[in-house]
C-alpha cells in the first residue's frame, strides 16, 4: 500500500482518528480551582507528584489545547487537560 494516497480515488475505509478532548471524561472538584499536578494525580493519568512534575515540564500535558509546563498551573470547571491520548474536563462538583 502506498504512503500516499493517490487524491483521485477516496479512500472510503480511511477515517481520521477522533481528537481526544471531542469527549474529555469529567473530573468533580469541590473548590474552584485545582493545580495541574493534583489534577493529573486525580485523574489517575500519573502515579504520583514526581511522575505529574515529570510529563508536565517535558511539554507532555497541554491545557485548552495548549502545551503547558508549569505544575502549578491553576484549572477552573470547563478547562480541558490532556496527557497520553487522555481528556479530562474539570467540572465542579454535583454536575
Given at each position: 500500500m502506498s504512503e500516499h494516497p493517490n487524491p483521485e480515488t477516496p479512500d472510503r475505509?480511511?477515517?481520521?482518528?477522533?481528537a481526544p478532548s471531542a469527549h474529555p471524561?469529567?473530573?468533580e472538584i469541590r473548590d474552584?480551582?485545582?493545580r495541574l499536578g493534583q489534577a493529573l494525580k486525580l485523574a489517575?493519568?500519573?502515579e504520583d507528584g514526581a511522575d505529574a512534575r515529570a510529563v508536565i515540564?517535558?511539554?507532555l500535558v497541554q491545557v485548552n489545547g495548549d502545551?503547558?509546563?508549569r505544575r502549578g498551573r491553576q484549572l477552573h470547571p470547563g478547562d480541558v487537560f490532556?496527557?497520553?491520548g487522555e481528556a479530562v474536563k474539570?467540572?465542579?462538583s454535583g454536575s
Open positions: 475505509h480511511r477515517r481520521a482518528p477522533e471524561a469529567p473530573l474552584g480551582m485545582i489517575n493519568l500519573v515540564e517535558a511539554g502545551p503547558e509546563t490532556e496527557f497520553s474539570v467540572v465542579p
